[in-house]
């Protein structure tokens, strides 16, 4: 278990996503693991590009919401914050609709850096993108 608070429930971090891009662009948490987090979004409007692909952008903003929640699950909430530092993403398959689920796996959890693995498949569980996410772990000010 990676998870700060060690008996962590799905419902405990729905709020998260309240009045975010995330909640704007449809996505939800789905699933919480040991050392896991998933998350959905739908392919429509909201996440379209003009060509009627998932946008690229929206892939990455759901990598980093599952990322950066995933950050800020592991870490002491009293202690310390979390933000994004760097993320790269290869769009390997287009989506023109239904849903994209992501999960989220850490790679590094250090002091002051988290890298999380960030895979997006379709419904078919096809490869859509693989992202990486680093995240800064900074102390809180008082």
Request: net charge neutral; hydrophobic share 45%; charged share 20%.
């Amino acid at each position: 278990m990676i998870w700060h608070k060690k008996d962590l429930l799905l419902q405990e971090i729905i709020h998260l996503g309240k009045e975010t891009m995330g909640e704007h662009i449809g996505i939800a948490f789905t699933e919480v693991g040991a050392d896991f987090i998933k998350a959905s979004m739908p392919v429509d409007a909201r996440t379209r590009q003009p060509y009627g692909l998932l946008h690229g952008g929206a892939s990455c903003v759901l990598a980093e919401t599952l990322g950066s929640v995933a950050s800020a699950l592991v870490i002491d909430p009293e202690k310390f914050i979390c933000v994004g530092l760097e993320i790269n993403a290869n769009h390997v398959r287009g989506v023109r609709e239904g849903h994209v689920t992501g999960i989220a796996t850490p790679l590094h959890l250090g002091a002051s850096t988290h890298v999380w693995d960030i895979k997006i498949h379709d419904e078919r569980d096809k490869l859509v993108c693989v992202s990486r996410l680093t995240v800064a772990i900074l102390k809180k000010l008082s």
